[in-house]
């Protein structure tokens, strides 16, 4: 199989390396409006070869799109305005509803198919491009019905190749889960980050104490602002409705606090501690 | 050398697997009030002897306080009131303004050194105990010029020895500062859970979907309420104070949202992603 990805960053390099590695794929051509990237990806082996974005159809059974998400939309309507009955396009982006609304009505809706790997780091560009990441990862296809079948086996299969877990929903359940699951969480790195940097004036005294288990709560907060603006602006009713209730229990904790009150303190901890159980369940 | 140590929890019970590993101590008493734990710390090999906290200065060069926060500071006193000249105290709490304002006019003051190694995990008892816990971390010691030289000298070999960075500083910068890196850090991970098992019925989801960031900012939601409850209240206007500004600055994220800022919300990312170079330099 040869496959053209479009856009080379994290997410696209580390497909790149995937697919190839798991022995499905032979050629990957690869598309970058940034031209270090795309010099980048080749020096490290992720591409064979460079291409414009006009010929990212050409001699490849498969497109993949791992752009930011507000540009998905409209790319995957100029490619499916291309492809070969026999071609498909699929993306791997962290929004459904705005892609598979826009896609909705295209003749060759078929042959999209929208998914989204669930991994990530806070690194950035082809050089954080990893083989190995999506390897025990959980990985959501939305809206498989409307997808032709056989493009449906190919990309289960790959995903299942890298080892990965595959489950359907619509793309709006997706998007309402993605908000809780993944995209809140960055949201509270990044706060969390400008917060200790707008008190903490002095910089040493941040690196020097951290190890007391703030690495991990800001470890997102060095997540890219080019990917992560366009996800929470197409999420943006769902990303508010999960902010806005983040908010409120950060108030109860806070007045709980203020008042001394260790039974509502411990109420609220204890109902914390019970996201072990919701985790352990994520071993498979 | 012999220590006392009381609490075997994860952090008494590491203080002493390390302490007898890095060749230092020869003989580890223990002491806690949960008969369970003591049994578990002898089986587990962490201490030698269980004894009643009424012998823990018998043939004891060092007692290590090692329990939650609100019973340090009257357990410190009663140590110091029984221990000879030769014998010393150290604790290894969280917070330590109370601490060493209740402890300022004891005789003994200068037998007792107040100690925070800065390592920790989400885990609690003598079972998530480790002995190689500590290497690579930070350890402050407060208000050293109160305590002999000879205990401050002993402190700092042993945290040494165990591959710690021994920094010092007053307690009311130790407190501001924990509240920075550390306090905050669980009480955005309690309210991140509670928020997300509160709006998300479907728990199965929560874990199927996991992998997009939720795992590491949620990581610590899993802490003890025996143990976090204490350090909220001890530190309470300097955890407040911060609370009020973490919310404060999600308000402004939130806002930015709500009117499709993306210049303000890329400022706002744009500053969060300065804490890479904050944590770059914390690796010594």
Redesign the interface.
């Known amino acids: 199989m040869k496959v053209t990805i479009i856009g080379l960053g994290l997410i696209g390099g580390s497909m790149a390396l995937a697919m190839r590695r798991c022995g499905m794929v032979e050629y990957v051509r690869g598309v970058d409006s940034n031209p270090k990237h795309a010099e980048t990806a080749i020096a490290l082996g992720i591409v064979d070869e460079i291409v414009p974005f006009s010929e990212a159809t050409i001699d490849s059974d498969c497109v993949v799109l791992a752009i930011p998400v507000d540009a998905v939309p409209q790319m995957a309507i100029k490619l499916l305005n291309r492809i070969s009955p026999t071609q498909w396009v699929m993306d791997v982006g ?1 929004t459904k509803e705005e892609l598979c609304e826009v896609i909705s009505q295209h003749p060759a809706r078929g042959r999209f198919i929208a998914t989204h790997p ?3 780091t806070e690194y950035s560009g082809p050089e954080a491009a990893t083989a190995d990441s999506f390897a025990g ?2 990985v ?1 296809l939305c809206e498989t019905e409307r997808t032709d079948r056989e493009v449906v086996q190919s990309v289960t299969e790959i995903y299942q190749r890298l080892g990965m ?1 595959v ?1 359907e929903m619509s793309a709006e ?1 997706h998007d309402t ?2 908000a ?21 004036r002095e ?23 080019d990917t ?2 366009p996800i ?2 197409q999420n ?1 009713y769902n ?9 409120h ?3 109860l ?2 007045k709980a ?2 008042r ?1 009150d ?1 039974d509502e ?2 109420r ?12 352990q ?2 071993k498979h």
């Open positions: 962290s669930m991994w990530g990862r959980n959501v877990f489950m359940e889960h993605a809780y699951v993944s995209h809140i969480s960055h949201i509270t790195s990044f706060v969390l980050s400008t917060t200790v940097l707008e008190k903490e910089v040493d005294t941040i690196f020097n104490l951290a190890g007391g288990g703030f690495d991990s709560t800001v470890r997102l907060a060095k997540s890219a602002a992560w603006i929470f602006m943006k990303v508010l409705d999960v902010l806005r209730e983040y908010i229990q950060l108030q904790f806070r606090l203020e001394d260790r303190l411990r609220i901890i204890t109902r914390a501690n019970d996201i072990r159980k919701v985790l369940g994520n």
